[in-house]
């Protein structure tokens, strides 16, 4: 108890710490706490949480009806897609609508005729979701051309947005956790792991990816990928 300086006794007890519900209460009134000096609680939202910009709402219909039946490393294309996209805004909060749209259509053109995803994507979602889509999708040839020619595809990762590769980065950490969730789920490794010679095989060009976009993405979308394509290897 202590007391003011008339002699009034106050009862003063354990300070109340803030918490992420705050975020949704109303300020407190009163003389000696007033609204305008009390400083917001920042929570962070999911990029996908609503209410959603409008192009990443198209994005998803389009991309529901198009992932249909398809699967990536395992996972269902669309949840494939949804986890890419919580994964960069995890990275980059502050990702365009645009790149996040491009992120969940990013394998649609495999799965569509390719005529007819740049009619409807250009149509609802923009040019900008256009342009990062094919960006993203055409980092396919990149990979290709790795295999022949690792310097001439080393210099097409470098020339790269920094939006498109962080992008990009964060697909192949979702792709791997995924093979490597399995892995830990087979009742054999070895044989969980030799029907997957494909997939280790890409693992230097994923280490590529990395060191040459490693200094222009976040720290932490580089850090996850990092540790992920170091465990990405069989068992001898």
């Given amino acids: 108890m202590v007391h003011g300086p008339r002699g009034a006794a106050h009862v003063s007890g354990p300070r109340r710490v803030p918490v992420a519900s705050d975020r949704f209460l109303p300020p407190p009134a009163g003389p000696s706490s007033p609204a305008a000096a009390r400083e917001p609680v920042l929570v962070r939202r999911s990029v996908l949480a609503p209410p959603r910009a409008p192009v990443v709402d198209v994005a998803l219909g389009l991309a529901r009806v198009w992932c249909a039946g398809h699967a990536v490393a395992g996972t269902p294309a669309l ?140 720290a932490s979308l580089a850090g996850d990928l990092d540790r992920l394509s170091g465990s990405s290897a069989a068992p001898s």
């Fill in 79 to 218: 949840a494939h897609a949804v986890r890419v996209a919580l994964t960069l805004g995890r990275g980059v909060p502050d990702a365009a609508p645009a790149l996040i749209a491009a992120v969940l259509l990013r394998d649609t053109p495999s799965y569509a005729d390719m005529d007819v995803v740049s009619e409807r994507v250009a149509a609802r979602c923009g040019i900008d979701t256009l342009i990062a889509l094919w960006l993203l999708h055409g980092e396919e040839t990149i990979a290709g051309l790795f295999r022949h020619d690792p310097q001439a595809a080393t210099r097409r990762l470098t020339g790269l947005r920094p939006d498109i590769a962080a992008a990009l980065v964060a697909d192949k950490t979702v792709r791997i956790g995924a093979v490597l969730a399995g892995a830990r789920q087979a009742r054999d490794a070895r044989v969980y792991w030799a029907q997957r010679r494909g997939f280790l095989l890409t693992v230097p060009y994923v280490r590529a990816v990395l060191v040459a976009t490693s200094d222009r993405i976040p």
